[in-house]
């Protein structure tokens, strides 16, 4: 099983998985259901997650919703941290998550819009480089797992402190290695070379420790919240979430 899914979200483009893997996943999820772990987006119990990544992890992906671990400690923010599911919100969701969209779209509260330049689960068509909304549209702005992969992450955050309201807030993720300064290199082109450096052959820099600080050159305040270290270990092992994700809050600057 580990072995099929490396080898399948490496090869396949993502707007193909996004539009078929859900069915699939759904069917093997018969085989998983037990007690031993709970997925919080979606509300179902198995006996384990699904294996998942390049390197596959294990316990990660829930067969249900495709949440992973990321997603299941963002639900779990948004619903403790924040006023997400309580007020009146206008929201963005760049670039949005198949385990989200149904269960974001359906709350009342929100006026939910997706946006992505190629997901065919969007209900926009945009660039994150030129957001095509007026400026301080928007309460909330997600974009998660997006930076690494655009050609100038400065100007596409700059254009998220444009959209956001006066008072509005956002969760920018992006995967974060132990490195003192983000890797980034433009003359690195071929797709087997940005793997081997950046980690993945669509990704066009390797963010480090500076991360926060690097967004925030855009304008946008940028805090490191790392939430799941005040959670109770019985949590964090029943939602299968990850240890040392640290959740990118981020405010109008």
Partial sequence: MKSLVSFVIRYIPRKYLQLVSHFFLRLIAFFYKGENVSCNVCEQKFRKFLPYGRKARENALCPHCLALERHRLMWLFLQEKTNFFTSPLKVLHIAPELCFI?????LSNLEYITGDIESPLAKVKMDVHQIPFEDCSFDVVFCNHVMEHVEDDILA????????????????????YDLE?????????????????FGQ???????????????????????????VKSLDETIIQKYAL???????YCTKG
């Avoid at 240890?243 to 990118?248: L, V, Y």
């Fill in 157 to 176: 955050c700059k254009e998220i402190n444009r959209v956001l309201k006066k008072d509005g807030w956002g969760i920018i993720q992006s995967p974060v």
């Fill in 201 to 227: 052959r669509d990704h066009v820099r390797k963010y480090g420790k500076d991360y926060a600080k690097r967004l925030s050159a855009s304008g946008l305040i940028v805090k490191e919240d790392h939430y």
């Fill in 242 to 248: 990850p240890k040392n994700e640290i959740i990118f």
């Fill in 181 to 197: 300064n983000t890797l980034e290199d433009k003359t690195i082109t071929n797709p087997a070379e940005r793997e081997r450096i």
């Fill in 102 to 106: 149904d269960r974001m779209d359906s």
